[in-house]
Structures are given as structure tokens and as C-alpha cells.
């Protein structure tokens, strides 16, 4: 494959002669595991015949699941090209508030992948992926990994990134390119029933979440359904970017969150950067560790009225609480959680913010309003008192509640 690339090569291929290699030249078993080669098929530009293949190949799949990772600068032209491919496949595209795309196909990534197992998958599964966009929610990848699918991954930048490990076909393109090529091929000639975005809706449709006490969940749903139009939004970030996945959120709003590294550190620093170069609100929904660990970029200087700091305060990383056996270390807000009971009220109010906090529904709803107000006369911190086991525990039960909201009907599934 990196011979086809342009610059072609260099290539460097590792023969291990040591350890436990020394003994597979005598054993057949061995030698025949190794001639199993997984072959991943290269197709770039100026290759006709192999488009023409894919081409022929798609139109002959029923279950086609596109898969758009976090993008957050995809053209008008693009989405156009990729809500065009839907229509003409009718394939069910999963997505999420970070892959900051919106099509009637579009099924909301972040409950159903919670909901669904490793074996309830396979109600769903697709003949063939296609992916492309940054990082995805690493549940999905759970998911499909080692089930016998197709995955055919669109690298703009050509890297080979096999996060299913069943990667068959990379695509070294320009998403502009890849889908321009395949609706022209498709288009008249696929024949679309529906049914598997049928099922995937069915499924998702079905889903339930409990009642929710109050906590970063519930803070997370509440802020969701209130944002205004054209906003930024930065989650950061563990709980705060899975959580807000739950919700759907306007496509004029803009989503980012640091999924790649998924450090707290630099989340508010990255954010007062971003909230500079737009005139619209900007808001971050930040955890108390990742606040405090950034929390002298509140103090720059260029900072403008659009800012709005949602800070979830639960007294430590409700993060390790997530776990179901974390109430059996018994140490675990000690040296892991980083328990602690410092708030960043004077902190804020010294540098000019408007201050505002939360400690229960009553409260939060008061302020809510208050804090995405677009004429403030200065940038607003919310600071948002739950509990951090609470937090941790009642995320737990929500992706339980989910599974089983989902029973019956993936056994109506054919
Ligand atoms: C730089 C860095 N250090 C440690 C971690 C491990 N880690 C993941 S989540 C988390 C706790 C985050 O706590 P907080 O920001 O308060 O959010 P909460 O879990 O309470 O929602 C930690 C320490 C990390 N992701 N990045």
C-alpha cells in the first residue's frame, strides 16, 4: 500500500529472528497462521476500474452503515454530497453532536451504541462500514470489533486507521471526491428499500431514560435543550462529552471537545482561545478537575462578554465513580477521584465574571436563564454543585435503563 502512495515508500518490513519466533519455522500450524495475509485494498485517484469495482460492490449491499467520526469543518458542497449518498442508499449514518452533521438519516450515535452489546449488535450489524471523520465514540468500536463486516475508511490524509480491525478497503481521498464519485455511480442504479435504516430508527426510537435526580446528567440535559442558536459549544470533558451526546442539539450549534487526547488539562484554555475568535456565545460545560487544572486561562486579558463557563462542581473526578465495582475501593476519592471541597466562586469574581451557582433543580433552573442571556455586560460563570458518586452512579443506571428499553423491540427484529 505505501508504494501506491505518492512519494511511494519507503517501505520497512519487520522479520523477527529472536523469542518466540525461533520456534515457527518448525511448526506448521504456526507457518499456516502466518500465510493468513488480510488484504486491504488501496484505491485513490486515477483508478477507474477499482472505483467501478467498489461501485458494483456497493450496489449489491443492503446494510451500508455510514459512520462520520468528529468533523467540525465540513463544507456546504460536502454535506450536500453526503446527504445525497443517504438518499440514495437510504443507509442509517451514524453520528454525534461532534461530527457537527445533520441529515434525515442521521441516528444520534451516543444512546444507541450505549444501549446495544455485543451481542445485540448483531441485530444491526452491517455488511459494510463506511467511515470517516476524527475520532469516534470508542463504544462504537467496541461494538464492531472482530464481527465479520466490511470497513471501507475514507482517509483525507491518507493514513491507514483500522479501528474496527476489519478494515478492507481505504479510500485515499478527498471526502468531496469519494461520495461525488459513488452517488454518480450509484444514483438510478442502487436499489433502496429502507429497511435497515428502518431498523436502526426502530431501535433507536425505542429508547428510554430514566428520571433523572439532580446531577451532571441532569444539569447536561437541562443546558442542552437551552443553548441558543449559532452557539459554540466546548465539552470537556470525560462526562461531558459522552453525556451531551445523549441530547440533540441544533445544527447551527457548533460542538468541540478534545477527544483525541481526552486530557482535562487545556480544555479551558483551548476553549477561552476558540470563544475569542466569535462574536456568538461560546459555552463550555467543564468538570471541576479539568476547570482547576486550567483555570488561570479565565484570567485573559482578551477575554469578551460572550463567554459562558458552565462549571459542574462534584467535588472531585465523578469520572472513577462511573465504574460498577468503584464503591469497593475504598480509597478511590483519595488517589484516584482527587476529592476535594474547593469552589471557584472569588476566583472568577475577581477577574470581572458574573457569578451564579446551582445546588439543586430549584436553583439551576432560576439561573439557567440567566446564563445564556446573549446581552450580559460581562462573561458568566455558572458554578453547579452535585455529587460526585451520585454522578457517577446514576450515569451507570442510565445506560442500564437503556439496554433494557431496547428488549423488545430488537427481538421484533428480522
Ligand atoms: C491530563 C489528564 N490527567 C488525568 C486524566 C484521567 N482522568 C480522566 S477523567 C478524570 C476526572 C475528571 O474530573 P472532572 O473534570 O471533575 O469531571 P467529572 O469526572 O467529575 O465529570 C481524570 C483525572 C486525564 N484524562 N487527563
Given at each position: 500500500?505505501?508504494?501506491?502512495?505518492?512519494?511511494c515508500g519507503?517501505?520497512?518490513i519487520?522479520?523477527?529472528l529472536v523469542?518466540?519466533m525461533?520456534?515457527?519455522?518448525?511448526?506448521?500450524?504456526?507457518?499456516?497462521?502466518m500465510?493468513?495475509?488480510?488484504?486491504?485494498?488501496?484505491?485513490s485517484?486515477?483508478n477507474?476500474?477499482?472505483?467501478?469495482d467498489v461501485i458494483?460492490?456497493?450496489l449489491?449491499?443492503?446494510?451500508i452503515?455510514?459512520?462520520?467520526?468528529?468533523?467540525?469543518?465540513?463544507?456546504?458542497?460536502?454535506?450536500?454530497y453526503i446527504?445525497?449518498?443517504?438518499e440514495?442508499?437510504?443507509?442509517?449514518i451514524?453520528?454525534?453532536?461532534?461530527?457537527n452533521?445533520?441529515?434525515?438519516?442521521?441516528i444520534?450515535?451516543?444512546?444507541?451504541i450505549?444501549?446495544?452489546?455485543?451481542?445485540?449488535?448483531?441485530?444491526?450489524l452491517p455488511?459494510?462500514?463506511?467511515?470517516?471523520?476524527?475520532?469516534?465514540?470508542?463504544?462504537i468500536?467496541?461494538l464492531?470489533?472482530?464481527?465479520?463486516?466490511?470497513?471501507?475508511?475514507l482517509?483525507e490524509?491518507g493514513?491507514?486507521?483500522d479501528?474496527?480491525k476489519?478494515?478492507?478497503?481505504?479510500f485515499?481521498?478527498?471526502?468531496?471526491?469519494?461520495?461525488?464519485?459513488f452517488n454518480?455511480?450509484?444514483?438510478?442504479?442502487?436499489?433502496?428499500?429502507?429497511?435497515?435504516?428502518?431498523d436502526?430508527?426502530?431501535?433507536?426510537?425505542?429508547?428510554?431514560m430514566?428520571d433523572?435526580?439532580?446531577?451532571n446528567?441532569y444539569?447536561?440535559?437541562?443546558?442542552?435543550?437551552?443553548?441558543p442558536n449559532?452557539?459554540?459549544?466546548?465539552?470537556?470533558?470525560?462526562?461531558?462529552?459522552r453525556?451531551?451526546?445523549?441530547?440533540?442539539?441544533?445544527?447551527s450549534?457548533?460542538?468541540y471537545?478534545?477527544?483525541?487526547?481526552?486530557?482535562?488539562?487545556?480544555c479551558?484554555?483551548?476553549?477561552?482561545?476558540?470563544a475569542y475568535?466569535?462574536?456568538?456565545?461560546?459555552?463550555?460545560?467543564?468538570?471541576?478537575?479539568s476547570?482547576?487544572?486550567?483555570?488561570?486561562a479565565?484570567?485573559?486579558?482578551h477575554v469578551?462578554?460572550?463567554?459562558?463557563v458552565?462549571?459542574?462542581?462534584?467535588?472531585?473526578g465523578?469520572?472513577?465513580h462511573?465504574?460498577?465495582?468503584?464503591?469497593?475501593?475504598?480509597t478511590?476519592?483519595?488517589?484516584?477521584?482527587?476529592?476535594?471541597?474547593?469552589?471557584?466562586?472569588?476566583?472568577?469574581?475577581?477577574?470581572?465574571?458574573?457569578?451564579i451557582?446551582?445546588?439543586?433543580?430549584?436553583?439551576?433552573n432560576?439561573?439557567?436563564?440567566?446564563?445564556?442571556?446573549?446581552?450580559?455586560?460581562?462573561?458568566?460563570?455558572?458554578?453547579v454543585?452535585?455529587?460526585?458518586?451520585?454522578?457517577?452512579?446514576?450515569?451507570?443506571?442510565?445506560?442500564?435503563?437503556?439496554?433494557?428499553s431496547?428488549?423488545d423491540v430488537?427481538?421484533?427484529?428480522?
Amino acid at each position: 500500500m505505501e508504494l501506491y502512495k505518492p512519494g511511494c515508500g519507503p517501505v520497512h518490513i519487520n522479520i523477527p529472528l529472536v523469542g518466540n519466533m525461533n520456534n515457527l519455522f518448525n511448526s506448521t500450524e504456526e507457518i499456516e497462521k502466518m500465510n493468513q495475509v488480510k488484504k486491504i485494498d488501496y484505491i485513490s485517484y486515477n483508478n477507474n476500474q477499482k472505483w467501478n469495482d467498489v461501485i458494483n460492490k456497493l450496489l449489491n449491499k443492503k446494510k451500508i452503515l455510514l459512520i462520520i467520526g468528529q468533523e467540525d469543518n465540513l463544507t456546504e458542497k460536502q454535506i450536500n454530497y453526503i446527504r445525497k449518498f443517504a438518499e440514495i442508499t437510504k443507509c442509517p449514518i451514524l453520528t454525534d453532536n461532534l461530527s457537527n452533521f445533520k441529515s434525515k438519516y442521521n441516528i444520534l450515535a451516543g444512546p444507541i451504541i450505549k444501549a446495544l452489546n455485543s451481542n445485540s449488535i448483531n441485530k444491526l450489524l452491517p455488511e459494510v462500514v463506511i467511515s470517516f471523520g476524527n475520532n469516534m465514540q470508542e463504544r462504537i468500536k467496541e461494538l464492531l470489533r472482530g464481527k465479520n463486516i466490511e470497513h471501507w475508511y475514507l482517509s483525507e490524509d491518507g493514513q491507514l486507521r483500522d479501528c474496527f480491525k476489519s478494515l478492507s478497503v481505504l479510500f485515499d481521498s478527498t471526502i468531496d471526491y469519494f461520495f461525488e464519485t459513488f452517488n454518480s455511480g450509484l444514483e438510478n442504479k442502487y436499489n433502496a428499500d429502507g429497511k435497515y435504516f428502518d431498523d436502526w430508527s426502530k431501535v433507536s426510537n425505542a429508547i428510554k431514560m430514566p428520571d433523572m435526580p439532580f446531577s451532571n446528567f441532569y444539569v447536561t440535559r437541562e443546558f442542552s435543550r437551552i443553548i441558543p442558536n449559532n452557539s459554540i459549544v466546548h465539552l470537556a470533558i470525560l462526562n461531558a462529552t459522552r453525556q451531551m451526546q445523549f441530547f440533540e442539539l441544533d445544527e447551527s450549534i457548533k460542538v468541540y471537545s478534545n477527544v483525541n487526547a481526552f486530557g482535562i488539562d487545556g480544555c479551558l484554555p483551548t476553549f477561552m482561545g476558540q470563544a475569542y475568535t466569535t462574536d456568538d456565545l461560546a459555552f463550555i460545560i467543564i468538570g471541576d478537575l479539568s476547570f482547576f487544572y486550567g483555570m488561570n486561562a479565565l484570567a485573559i486579558k482578551h477575554v469578551k462578554n460572550n463567554v459562558r463557563v458552565l462549571m459542574i462542581n462534584n467535588g472531585g473526578g465523578a469520572e472513577f465513580h462511573i465504574q460498577p465495582d468503584s464503591n469497593s475501593i475504598p480509597t478511590i476519592d483519595k488517589h484516584i477521584g482527587a476529592a476535594h471541597n474547593r469552589i471557584a466562586k472569588d476566583w472568577a469574581k475577581s477577574l470581572g465574571y458574573k457569578y451564579i451557582c446551582a445546588n439543586d433543580m430549584k436553583t439551576f433552573n432560576d439561573n439557567i436563564k440567566e446564563f445564556v442571556r446573549k446581552d450580559s455586560v460581562s462573561p458568566i460563570f455558572f458554578e453547579v454543585f452535585t455529587n460526585m458518586k451520585l454522578d457517577g452512579e446514576f450515569c451507570l443506571s442510565v445506560y442500564r435503563e437503556m439496554e433494557k428499553s431496547i428488549k423488545d423491540v430488537l427481538e421484533e427484529l428480522n
